[in-house]
């Protein structure tokens, strides 16, 4: 009895396989089983995905506690920068108080700290050691969208003059500032407490209006005599998309306040400046190739008028190499011995985005004298990934 | 014409381009990260969505710098969609900063993070330190390269515009269901294609196809790469180029926007064929949409496997 029960559908199974149906019944069984498979494989993504969700949270979570049970998931995103500097000039070798002297030294070490505080507010800190000495607050932004392309950022901070103003030392395309920068800002360049609102302007191409409100403290040009002497600065950037893979960037910067020059004519001091910057940078099978023209001019009036400017070309020609030169100049109206005019050019071995060496090299033109100048640099970050500033 | 005719014209011209950009439309503005996204997406919202995506299809999203004109683009729309997992690290924070737009802030309604609807594949385990390379701590990122989790994509993009539009949210179900039966019907359809093909061996360049391969059981051998997003060693290539004689493996497998030169040189001592394929949509003219990327894939894989056994 048992055994008949057995043999029927085998008969059956044996009779179908007999039937010129066959073959396609089954691919559309298969073809069912697949789906099925996929229904259920999509299902238990899903459950997992329920249960999991959200991604970026899925692998720290779990691991953020320790056993005292405190939570380590809202630490900032940090990250260090290190720049280490070997440098030889020829002249001035007897003279143990100059800026620029041969000698190894750490250049500088920068910690980077980045977070939202709450819903509203995003903060950035970054300290610096110049040297190995002294730890400054090199930049502290808070930051908040105050209203549809307006944004509000209160703290300390490289003000928006112009292009290179903006930038960290470990970020400067050379390995020294332009000449006219340190001459006009100091070597620090224009970095100020104070707030400042930058506005998106509502037009078809990149434009940005940004005003700040500054405590003047820079001693080079302003640093003026009454404790409400403040530092006004408005700059304007403009960036057009040539093709998909060129830009051009304009941009107009001025700042204005009082300054500590003991004569009514002079006591307050105008800076403006100007700039413009080609760059090529294509994104497909060329995306290691890079070319960056680069221009900028500043001057400055107070009791002496300073005026100066850089141009430079970057050209990344394979994928880890940049090769760069500028030519740029500073001076003082009606002074000709602090004239002073250099030329550099640039190598740059970039084995990943986190490293370089840069080896450089200066003749430096100082009103009658030619100084020779080489640096070499290491520069490297590590910790959180760092954004590519376009 | 007078001072004041002409000044009434510039200054009419002004307002014009002051205001014409805030006039809002009727559709969902949407910006996607990359071309796929935006694929799926118009799949989605057909006539009430109106979607452009930031990168092109043959760039590679890893390398992307924050332009600013792709803030102006982010300025203005409803709604930001991006593939996540660290593959936009790179630029996208800032870009949102520099966009000044509160609806795709972190934590807005309009910013939506694709990567939440799949389970990524190569989640690194162990320590995780750039020791190791250009790692994704979070996964391998390039997941839309498995049409299954364009199906959970799509899902996904459908639930967010549900959200934000209700009023047509029946619309979305119908273009959802609509793409879901294309797609899987694709699927299927790619999946005999490939398996009648018996040995699907390959090299890659990078990781980028895991998870085509893995959809279409197709085994990968090797990398160029010994490292992620770093170029191979003479001494990796010489073993990898040993590895592919001794295994009879005839297909490099690349993206193709990756350098060609160390695969010029693989296959110069191995005798095997480099398939430099796009990895998104637009990443060749021929190859305009999702399901079409698929099917230039699939075709070109087939092709390739099926000249390497007459061979």
Redesign the interface.
Known sequence: MMRTRYLIPIGILFLNCLSPAYAEETELVKEKIRKLEQRLEKLEKEKNTDTQAPTASRNTVSESSTSTGVSRAFNPAISANVLALGTYVDQGNADQTRETRTGMRIQEVELVFSSWVDTWLKADLVLSIEGTQTVNVEETIAEILVAQNLSFKAGKFYSSFGKHNRLHTHAFPFIDPPLVNEDIFGEEGLNEIGVGLSYLLPLPYFSELSFQFLEGSNDVQFNGKLNDDFLYLANLKNLWDLTDDVTLEAGGSFATGKNDVNSRDYDTTYVSGADLTFKWKPGGRERHQTLIWQTEFLTSSRDQVRAGAYTMVQYQFARSWWIQGRYDFSTIKENVTEEKNRWSTLLAFAPSEFSAFRLQYNRLNHFTTDEHQVFLQLNYTFGSHPAHNY | MTFQKKYYIYSTFLFL???L??ISHAEIRIVTTTEDIASITTEIGRDKVEVSAI??G???TH???????Y??KA?RADLLIYQ???LE???L??LI??????QI???GKGLL?L??????LE?PVGEVD?SRG?IH???NPHYHLDP?NG??MASAIAEKLKELDPENAAGYTDNWNRFRQKL?SK??EW?SRLDAIPDKRVVTYHTTWSYFLHRFGIQSVGTLEDKP???PSPRHLADLANKMNREKIKIILAA?????RFSELLASKTGARILSMPVSTGGVDEVTDYIGLFDYLVERMAAAFQSGEKS
């Open positions: 381009t002051l205001i950009p805030q990168t092109r043959y760039q590679d390398y992307i710098e924050a332009k600013p004109s803030m102006v300025n996540g997992l660290e690290v790179g630029w924070p800032l900063r520099g966009a000044r737009n509160p802030m972190p934590g993070n990567s939440s609807a799949i389970v990524p989640v750039r250009d701590p979070l996964g299954e199906l959970m899987e699927i299927i999946q997003g770093v170029p193709n926007y990756h350098e060609t």
